[in-house]
Structure formats: structure tokens, C-alpha cells
């Protein structure tokens, strides 16, 4: 399969632990995107990578969340000091440079924090 | 900044029958994308259908068509011949170039009844 994959699918952690996640990008895609999901509401941008180079920042990733993409391929989101707020689906997306709006999204890591 | 709005949270159609699933946006920028995505229960988002603002012309894939009013900033999604595998969430996004980012409504569940 060459669709984007996210690992783990799911996760349950306690408040206070750290966590992280990866993004596999379709090979080709040199734009990759994080969003978090909340029930019942649409994804949120978090933050985007052309390449390696991480280029925006929303003000949702507060100072616990950091996002690296080394060497522009996969890419891993790290939470420090989980807190229950921080539950949520996390969705990685990528997009090929030609078509940057046409972003294909993975299957999410479901995060619980209890 | 990109708004996108999607005031009914849940629709229903009996199957073979058609549906269509309203979406308003707003944005400063000229140049924009428009998307439609399908989430099915516990399974990944899948682009339904993209519409590019500078194109007077409908987009359609197969069943699924969207009516786009520019002026009245609307954009909505019509699913003919509805059938069972279509039950799921679908989102309204919209994409401009200045933020590279999607852009998405709440959302709207839509049950296809047999």
C-alpha cells in the first residue's frame, strides 16, 4: 500500500507522560501536514513540512508539542507532559509540490489521555 | 484567514435516492481550492471531490457533483443515487496558497437508510 501510514494507531498514556507519533508521506510528497481532530468537529491545522524545513506553526501546538521531519521523509509528532486536552485523533497528511492543496490523509493516531 | 461553515449536523436519505449537503465559506484571497472529504466511522478521510475557484465549471466525479456559487460563497455537495457505503462524516475545506493549509467545517453526518 502507498497511501500515507501513521503509527500507532492508537495510544493510551497517563497525564503527565510524554508521547510520539509518526508519519509515513506518500514517497513521492514533499509537503506534509499534522492536524488534530476533536469528536464530532472537523481536523485542526497544527503544522506543515516542505521537505524538512518546517514552515508554519499554528498557535494550537503550544510549547509541549514539537514536530520533526529529518531529511524530508517520515515525520514524528512529540508531546511532552500529555495532558487531558491533548486527547484527540492526530491526522498526518501529505501533498505532492505540483498540487500542494491535494492532501491525502492517513488513518490517525487515536491519543487518549487518562 | 479561511472560515468554512456547515450548519447541519446530520442528514439522512434513503438509498438510490439524492442528497445535497450545504457548505458556505469565506476568504480575502483570490486564488482557492475547494474540497469535499468523506470520513467513514473509525476509518481514514478520502477526498471526495476538489473544485478550483477560478473555474466556473462544476466539478463532478461520478455520483458525487458539487454546485459552486462564488458570489454567494457556497459550495455544496450533491450525492446521487445514494447508497449504503456512503454513510459517513463529511467535511467542507477550503485551501488557499497564502497559508497552506486546509481549512475545515464542522462537519455533517450523513446515514443512508436502506
Known amino acids: 500500500d502507498t497511501g500515507v501510514s501513521q503509527d500507532p494507531r492508537h495510544k493510551i498514556t497517563k497525564r503527565g507522560q510524554n508521547v510520539t507519533f509518526r508519519c509515513d508521506p506518500i514517497s513521492e510528497h514533499n509537503r506534509l501536514y499534522w492536524y488534530r481532530q476533536t469528536l464530532g468537529q472537523g481536523p485542526e491545522f497544527l503544522t506543515y513540512?516542505?521537505?524538512?524545513?518546517?514552515?508554519?506553526k499554528s498557535r494550537l501546538l503550544s510549547d509541549r508539542f514539537s514536530a520533526e521531519r529529518p531529511k524530508g521523509s517520515f515525520s514524528t509528532l512529540e508531546i511532552q507532559r500529555t495532558e487531558q486536552g491533548d486527547s484527540a485523533m492526530y491526522l498526518c497528511a501529505s501533498s505532492p509540490s505540483a498540487a500542494p492543496d491535494e492532501q491525502y490523509f492517513g488513518p490517525g493516531t487515536r491519543l487518549t489521555v487518562t | 484567514a479561511q472560515t468554512v461553515t456547515q450548519s447541519q449536523p446530520e442528514m439522512s436519505v434513503q438509498e438510490a435516492e439524492t442528497v445535497t449537503l450545504s457548505c458556505t465559506y469565506d476568504?480575502?484571497?483570490?486564488?482557492?481550492?475547494l474540497f469535499w472529504y468523506k470520513q467513514p466511522p473509525s476509518r481514514q478521510m478520502i477526498l471526495v471531490i476538489r473544485?478550483?475557484?477560478?473555474?466556473?465549471q462544476n466539478a463532478t466525479e461520478n455520483r458525487f457533483s458539487v454546485n459552486f456559487q462564488k458570489a454567494a460563497k457556497s459550495f455544496s455537495l450533491k450525492i446521487s443515487d445514494s447508497q449504503l457505503g456512503d454513510t459517513a462524516m463529511y467535511f467542507c475545506a477550503c485551501y488557499t496558497g497564502a497559508n497552506s493549509k486546509l481549512t475545515f467545517g464542522k462537519g455533517i453526518t450523513l446515514s443512508v437508510r436502506p
Open positions: 473544485q478550483e475557484a477560478y473555474k466556473q
Open positions: 476568504t480575502s484571497e483570490s486564488n482557492y481550492y
Open positions: 513540512f516542505q521537505n524538512e524545513a518546517q514552515l508554519e
